[in-house]
């Protein structure tokens, strides 16, 4: 069956610009992350969804971050006002519930100039 | 504050030797996840281990899980060069969504 899949795969913005990051995950997987991946670095949390309830969103750097969910469907990853240090592989991961392991998309690789 | 440490950080081994990755944690833990990422690539789930004692054997891989010591070890026999990857393990702490991760260990397995 089809993975976790992410878009765009590479980004590269201006400093100052917005961008979104798409994250499509496994059918019925009703729990959804957000990781940042610095190079050379381990994952850093961002945010969680699980189903309807309310996200955590307690690993969320700033609050230029945001992300949405609409049931257990797509999510989205929106950065405003982007900064260099925000260049990083951006993971999106979809498990079936909290507990289970996490299913990892291939990343979007984000470059700020 | 949940904190996870692997080592070590980088490993260079030769094929057909064995050696083990270390992964201490600091809080009570739901469960124990190992991964596997290749250069470039996202990452794969090797193992889930979820309670005491806990051992996982897949391939030349073998995990296992002390959670009285708060330990977990990755043990690779007979390393082959396929093997060369950074290998992480992750945590979830008890009653709580922030998975954390160790900061890899970059393994090189020369032949």
């Known amino acids: 069956g089809a993975g976790v899949s992410q878009s765009p795969s590479n980004k590269v913005t201006e400093k100052g610009k917005d961008v979104e990051l798409r994250c499509d995950p496994i059918?019925?997987?009703?729990?959804l992350y957000w990781y940042r991946q610095r190079l050379g670095q381990g994952l850093e949390f961002l945010i969680y969804?699980?189903?309807?309830?309310?996200?955590?969103k307690s690993g969320l750097p700033s609050d230029r971050f945001s992300a949405e969910r609409t049931g257990e469907s797509v999510s989205t990853l929106t950065i405003q006002r982007t900064q260099q240090e925000d260049s990083a592989v951006y993971l999106c991961?979809?498990?079936?519930?909290?507990?289970?392991?996490?299913?990892f998309g291939p990343g979007t690789r984000l470059t700020v100039t | 504050e949940l904190k996870v440490e692997q080592n070590p950080l980088f490993l260079s081994m030769q094929e057909g030797k064995n050696y083990t990755i270390y992964c201490n944690y600091s809080?009570?833990?739901?469960?124990l996840y190992w991964y596997r990422q290749d250069p470039g690539k996202s990452l794969e789930s090797l193992f889930v281990?979820?309670?005491?004692?806990a051992v996982k054997q897949e391939g030349r891989l073998m995990a296992s899980l002390d959670t009285k010591a708060r330990l977990s070890t990755l043990h690779i026999t007979a390393a082959v060069h396929d093997l060369s990857a950074t290998y992480f393990c992750?945590?979830?702490?008890?009653?709580?969504?922030?998975?954390?991760f160790g900061a890899g260990t970059r393994l090189t397995v020369k032949p």
């Open positions: 809080t009570t833990s739901d469960r």
């Open positions: 969804f699980q189903g309807n309830s309310a996200p955590d």
């Open positions: 281990l979820l309670s005491n004692g």
């Open positions: 059918s019925g997987h009703t729990a």
């Open positions: 991961a979809s498990s079936k519930d909290r507990l289970y392991e996490q299913y």
């Open positions: 992750a945590v979830t702490p008890y009653n709580n969504n922030d998975m954390r």
